[in-house]
Every structure is written in C-alpha cells, then in structure tokens.
C-alpha cells in the first residue's frame, strides 16, 4: 500500500507539471504570435493578462548538471560494492517556475522540479510540486504572504541558491535541509519590506516532522513528539544600492552590475525540537540559531567586464549537547560497512552543521572579457572555507573550495569547476579527531531558461 500511495503521489505531481508545462508552451505561442512585430529581442517568457501589460504570466526555469569525481569515505558502499572512489552524472536542479500578477500587487508563485537525480535513482523520478503560495504587497514596507515556499530567516542563503559564487551556496546554510523541511520548504506565512536602507524579513513556519531518533546519552537528536512552530527572521542594512527582495533568494554575485554592501544578523528559533537522556531522564532541547553576515560585490572595470566579491558569515548553532549533523550533498553512496566506517558516514558526507560556533568565508573575482566588443564570456576564480568548532568533535571541522567559473552569459550559462576537500573524522580512543581528508571535484553546467 506505501509503495501505492507513493507512486500515486510522484504521477497525480507529474501530470500537474505536464499541465503546467502545456499551459507555458501554449501561452508562450501567443505571446510570441503577438510581439512578432516588435523589433525587440529576447523578451522573456511572459503572457500577458491586460492591455497596459500590468498583469501578467511569467515562465522561467534553470537546470543544474553534473559531472564528478568523488573520493568516499571508509567504508562506503555504492550497489552493495565496497568503493574508494567513483565517478558519476547527475541532475543537481531542475525547475520550472510560474509566477502570476493577476490583479494589482498580488503574486501567486508556483514552481516544481527534481533535485539529486542520480544513477541510483532507478525508479521513475519524482517531479515534485516545491512552491505554491500567494504574497499581497500593501507598500513597500510591508509584503505578507502564505502558501508553501522557502522562504527562510537565519542568513543570507538560507533560502537556497542563485547566482552562486561557486557551484553551490555554503552548505552550511542548508545545515537542516530536509530534517524540518523538505527540500528547504516549509508551509509558512510571511512579511517582508524595506524601511529605507533596512531589509527585513519573518517568517513562522509549521515545519515537518524530522528525521527522528530514540534519545540517547549526552547526544541530542531530533524527537518525534509534535514539532512546534518555526520562527526565523533576517535584518540587513544595505549602504550603497539596494537590492530586490521580491523572491526569498539573495544573489551570490553581481557580477560588478551592482555595487552593494549588506550587513545582516538573523535567527531561528524553535521549542523542544530535540532531546538526549541525562541518566535516565529524557530532556528535550530547543533549536537556537543565530548569524551575523556581510556581503560586498562591485565593479572594479565595468567595461572590461572586472569585479570583486567578498562574503563572511558567522554563526552559533545551539541543538543540545553533542549534535552533529554529517551532510553528503547529491550523494552517490547507498550503503556502508559498519567495520571500517569512519564517524562522517557513507559516501561524501562530513560535519556540515551542529552545537558551537562556526565562520564562513568566500570570495572571487571576473577577470576581463575574451572579447571586448561582444562583452559575453570571461573567467571567474573564488575559493570558500568553512571552519566550526563543534561541542562534540575534538578537532576544528574545516573545509575548503577551489573553483572557476567560465560565464558564457554570466550567470545565465555558465561551467563551473569546483575541487573540495574534507576531514575524515575517527574515534581515537575517546576523542573524535581528523585522520585523513578527501576530495570531490565537480565539473557543473548552469541554464537558465527565462
């Protein structure tokens, strides 16, 4: 019956996705049979609803792929193999968006798409409805909106990734993605606004009920007893341009087409999230997060195409004692042997997120255009760290990325070569500390389809 309901759910999401795909590809003749006598180029895909244009239908999506090199942790099984390394493809993103204006300042968003979709992935994928949800703008200074979305607080990114410095947004960020949401959504309600320089944003969310695990000694972990409602909120003071805030996402890079510095300070607060039994008494724990962060992007030669980005962030994760959460994004590993495993678990997962404190760091630079005169493709080299001390881990979690980017149309096409390298965590004696570090190295293509 479970095997049942769960098709029935991936095929009733599939047909809603074909529809909507209909929907743009019929739309999408009419607009383009209306506007063939414009000598414009390029328009997005857009139906509109009025004759002034005010209202209107709006279609958009992106695919993320990859192709990897992956050296796995001690002990990681891939199809019941024991395997050191292996090299794969898969599908990082794919989305298709709808955003509707179909009165003065309502905004409906509906978005579907796949994520992680790998060669283990042998069963008919799933085509999920992400977002469905409605904003009202009463001003500028205030914007309420419901539905189901990921709309987040806590940080910069912790909405999720656009336009992203490296190959993906600092994992950190993304430290309970799918614990309590799913896929970084959450049914939720909303206000935003700028209050002249101050960007602000609040959400309370009723989260799902997370991945669970009986109380043990010392070490919190999340309960299953009714999840209580998600509060998150982020202030940021922006001194030079402003930036939009009608969609949850912030750019990771401009590209120079801005200049903005933005400081923030967020948090995430949840009741009685997790527990860990002190003796023989169960003790539930609340979820305390809290960030400071800054971002700077800028032009250095706008029209030999420079520029330079910086951002910092530092955070203090309070889960209870000793939580840890090891985290393998898109990970190719389905198994693991139990003898020669290490603390970090099967495939390319490490401690990406727990109790203490933590400091992110990633910059980059565009070098000058190929070609002055068309002004399309150039270089972009950055590099990231993550460093945490983590209550439960005697030696500091770091890690480092290396990538380039080659922007063919900024950051609507564009490959991305990023090399990371991580700990490997062992028990030695009664102490958790690094005894070796691995590398993955991912060749990923960006498109935008807008």
Request: proline share 4%; with cysteine.
């Amino acid at each position: 019956m479970a095997n049942k309901s769960v098709f029935y759910k991936k095929k009733v999401a599939l047909n809603l996705m074909v529809r909507l795909y209909l929907i743009w590809v019929i739309c999408s003749f009419f607009f383009n049979y209306a506007s063939a006598q414009d000598k414009k180029q390029n328009k997005p895909l857009v139906a509109y609803l009025n004759e002034d244009k005010s209202h209107f239908i709006k279609f958009s999506g992106y695919g993320q792929f990859w192709a990897r090199y992956t050296q796995l942790n001690p002990g990681s099984k891939v199809n019941e193999s024991l395997t050191k390394s292996t090299a794969d493809l898969s599908l990082r993103r794919l989305r298709m968006k709808m955003i509707i204006y179909p009165i003065d300042n309502l905004t409906l968003v509906f978005q579907g798409g796949t994520t992680n979709l790998t060669y283990l992935n042998d069963n008919e994928s799933a085509f999920d409805l992400l977002d469905a949800f409605g904003e009202y703008k009463f001003s500028g200074k205030l914007s309420l909106g419901a539905g189901r979305s990921n709309w987040k607080g806590l940080t910069r990114f912790a909405s999720g990734p656009t336009a992203t410095l490296l190959y993906d947004v600092p994992f950190l960020d993304l430290g309970n993605v799918n614990r309590t949401d799913l896929t970084l959504r959450n049914l939720n309600i909303f206000a935003k606004g700028q209050f002249g320089r101050l960007d602000y944003r609040v959400i309370l969310a009723k989260p799902y009920v997370p991945l669970t695990s009986k109380p043990v000694q010392n070490v919190s972990g999340f309960n299953n007893l009714s999840a209580k409602p998600n509060l998150s909120a982020y202030l940021k003071w922006q001194f030079f341009e402003k930036e939009s805030n009608a969609g949850p996402t912030s750019a990771g890079s401009y590209l120079g087409k801005k200049k903005v510095l933005a400081v923030g300070i967020g948090a995430e607060l949840q009741k009685d999230l997790l527990w860990h039994l002190a003796g023989t008494d169960t003790v539930l724990n609340d979820m305390k997060l809290y960030s400071a962060d800054v971002f700077f992007d800028a032009p250095i030669n706008l029209q030999k195409g420079t520029s330079f980005n910086i951002y910092a962030a530092v955070f203090h994760h309070d889960y209870g004692p000793g939580y840890i959460r090891n985290l393998g994004i898109n990970n190719i590993s389905d198994g693991l042997d139990a003898a020669t495993a290490s603390f970090n678990g099967a495939g390319n997962s490490y401690p990406v997120v727990g109790t203490g404190n933590s400091l992110i760091f990633q910059t980059g630079f565009t070098l000058p255009y190929f070609d002055q005169q068309e002004k399309k493709a150039r270089l972009m080299p950055a590099v990231a760290i993550q460093y945490s001390k983590f209550e439960r881990l005697s030696d500091p979690m770091f890690t480092y990325d290396l990538g380039l980017s080659l922007l063919l149309r900024d950051h609507a096409s564009k490959f991305v070569f990023n090399a990371q390298s991580r700990p490997i965590y062992r028990l030695q004696g009664t102490e958790l500390k690094v005894s070796e570090r691995k590398m993955m190295f991912v060749l990923m293509y960006h498109i935008n389809i807008d």
